[in-house]
Structure formats: structure tokens, C-alpha cells
């Protein structure tokens, strides 16, 4: 069986990385590599060539079983993919399925990373935990670089200034990873999250809960939020427009499966907010979690700079790829049992995924 690595048009990660391809031991399986598939994430191809060959992407694309990426294929390629080719990648079909539709007349088959189900059993194919990590980390270091204040106290000769303040809306994997950087950096931080379980995690790394009480808590929604009633709603954004009125920077990371990201910041909240505070929306993709977040744009509101990126993680290449890396490998394993292709729809893993 032949697994292809294919480069990233408009991304800087790779799928799988050498220290991955090492370690996969699965007989009768090889892999074929793009040139330069790995180069913007640092790994050269030279760091391949103990364990895959460098081949063209229109060889690649002609004769691999399995062909893995991190986004989806461009559309333009699809038809050069032998019939019964299995693509892997985070298609994320909620908001794409004409592309899937595509793919099954071509008699493709697919399945979706980011539909693998935030389960212990699943951990070590968690792709989204994986990203939303980082996209977390990189985004409050995103908000140190473009605030025009200091996160941590200064005490000088000069002047004393205050600690940032900083509030984290939505404490999944990536709020949570905002929070501890936010006070590594040396910020005081609030959170807030609709599931009751997420205080005492806020709490152990040391920021203050933001509690609203009458949240519809589903322990089965995977880590996102659920949709609420108008009247928690209503008490929700009556506390958050108090804590953003006072905060320098705002991170939004709340999102629904497969619907419309829920509005946490309103046009009239952000008007609340201090000239030169900061808004970073991870949910831009999604609609957003700030009701004026243009997705992939940053943009200046009433003297808030609100920056709308989905993609934090791509900036963060190197472990990045090599984070997805290990969660595809551990899903291939799943898959590629002796150099066949095995797709047991009984395996809820599996049933979740395939497209």
C-alpha cells in the first residue's frame, strides 16, 4: 500500500513528519513524499529519505491508496486521483459539503480529521485539541505583540503600570491554553465557559471564573458549547459587557458542531471597550464569537483592534505538523491493518469520520 504526502498549497505544515514515518511500523505500507512537502516547516527533505520516497505530486496523486493531508485536496487534483483512492484531511463538511458531494462522484473515498470524537478512546487522534492547543498559545502571544501595554506589572523608576487584564471567553483546550499564557506573560485573567466542569480547571491555573448561572451543560457536546436559551443569553452578555468594559484584551474561543459560532461579544459591548484593547476571535471561520470579526481580516472598531483568525496554528508549523503528525498515525493505524485498506464501520471511530 502506498500513503502520499502531498504539500500544502496555501499551508505552511506538513502531514506527516520523519520522526512519524519512523516509528510507523505497519507492514506492507510505504510512503511517497512531495518534494519540498516539508520545507516550511522545517523539515527538509533530506530528513525523509530513510523513510520515504521523493516523487512527484502527479505520480503521488495517480498511484497512492491513501492520500494525507491537512486541508482538503484542491479541487483541480481530485481528478487525477486513481478511483477508490482514500483521502484523509479536516474537511470540515458541515460547511463544505459540495466539496464532498464532488469527491463521491469521483468515486473517492474520504474521511474527516476533525470529526474524530473528543473521546479517552480518541485521544491520541485528537486533531482539533491538538491545534486548538496552539492556536491558544499563539494567540495571546499574538495580543502581547499588537497591545500597546505591557502584560506584566512594571514597577520602575519611570512609573508603575498595571498588570493587563484579560478575559478568555469559552475554557475548552484552546481557551485554556490562553489562560496558563496569558499568566505566564504575567496578566490577570478572567474566563468564562457555559460547562460547570470548566471552573475548577480555569481556577488551577490561577485566573478567576466568570460564573452565569442557568447554562445548558451537555457532558456529551465533545468540548464545545452547546446552544443556550435566550434568557441565559441574556445574562451572559450582561456580564461579559462588565468584564470587557474593564479588560485590554479579549479571546474568544467558543464554537458550536457543525453551526453558526455563538455571538459572546456584541457590536455594542465591543463600543464598551477601552481604546487600544484588543479583541483575537479564534471562531472567525465559524461566523465568529465578536459580531464585527471579519474572518481572516483585522480590522479597527470604535479604537478596538479585533483580529479574526481561525488559523493560529499554521503559524506555529514545526509542532504543528508535528502534532498532527502523531494523531494521523495513530488514525492510520486504525485503518491500515498488514497493507489493507480496513474500514470497520462498527469501530465508532471509524463511522464518525468516513464521509
Not at 497591545?147 to 519611570?158: H, K, L, Y
Not at 445548558?216 to 468584564?243: H, M, N, S, W
Not at 479564534?282 to 472598531?301: F, H, M, P, R, W
Request: contains cysteine; aromatic residues 6%; proline residues 4%.
Amino acid at each position: 500500500m502506498i500513503i502520499g504526502i502531498l504539500k500544502e498549497p496555501y499551508d505552511k505544515r506538513v502531514s506527516l513528519v520523519p520522526s512519524t514515518l519512523k516509528k510507523f511500523n505497519v507492514t506492507n505500507t510505504e510512503f511517497w513524499m512531495e518534494g519540498g512537502a516539508g520545507e516550511l516547516a522545517s523539515f527538509p527533505d533530506a530528513k525523509y529519505e530513510k523513510y520515504a520516497s521523493i516523487k512527484s505530486r502527479k505520480s503521488i496523486l495517480a498511484e497512492a491508496d491513501i492520500l494525507v493531508t491537512i486541508n482538503p485536496i484542491p479541487k483541480e487534483d481530485l481528478r487525477s486521483i486513481k478511483k477508490g483512492a482514500l483521502l484523509v484531511a479536516m474537511f470540515s463538511p458541515y460547511t463544505n459539503q459540495p466539496l464532498i458531494e464532488y469527491i463521491k462522484t469521483l468515486e473517492l473515498k474520504a474521511v474527516s480529521l476533525d470529526l474524530i470524537p473528543r473521546t479517552t478512546i480518541a485521544q491520541t487522534m485528537d486533531i482539533l485539541s491538538s491545534m486548538a492547543a496552539i492556536a491558544g498559545y499563539k494567540a495571546v502571544l499574538l495580543a502581547a505583540n499588537e497591545s500597546p501595554s505591557f502584560f506584566p506589572m512594571m514597577i520602575t523608576a519611570a512609573g508603575s503600570i498595571k498588570p493587563a487584564k484579560v478575559l478568555v471567553l469559552g475554557a475548552g483546550v484552546a481557551g485554556l491554553q490562553a489562560i496558563a499564557t496569558a499568566r505566564r506573560l504575567g496578566a490577570m485573567v478572567e474566563a468564562s465557559d457555559v460547562r460547570a466542569a470548566a471552573k475548577e480547571e480555569v481556577e488551577s491555573l490561577g485566573a478567576k471564573f466568570v460564573e452565569v448561572s442557568g447554562a445548558i451543560d451537555k457532558k456529551d457536546a465533545g468540548g464545545y458549547a452547546v446552544e443556550q436559551t435566550p434568557e441565559f443569553l441574556q445574562r451572559q452578555q450582561q456580564e461579559v459587557e462588565q468584564r470587557a468594559a474593564k479588560s485590554d484584551v479579549v479571546i474568544t474561543t467558543a464554537q458550536i458542531m457543525g453551526k453558526k459560532a455563538p455571538i459572546l461579544l456584541t457590536e455594542e459591548t465591543v463600543s464598551t471597550m477601552k481604546p487600544g484593547s484588543l479583541v483575537i476571535d479564534l471562531a472567525a471561520s465559524t461566523g465568529g464569537n465578536c459580531e464585527v470579526t471579519q474572518d481572516n481580516k483585522t480590522i479597527v472598531y470604535k479604537g478596538v483592534k479585533i483580529i479574526g483568525n481561525s488559523h493560529l496554528a499554521a503559524e506555529m508549523p514545526k509542532d504543528a505538523s508535528f502534532f498532527y503528525s502523531n494523531n494521523v498515525a495513530n488514525y492510520l493505524k486504525l485503518i491500515v491493518k498488514e497493507g489493507q485498506l480496513v474500514l470497520d464501520q462498527k469501530n465508532e471511530i471509524i463511522s464518525k469520520t468516513l464521509l
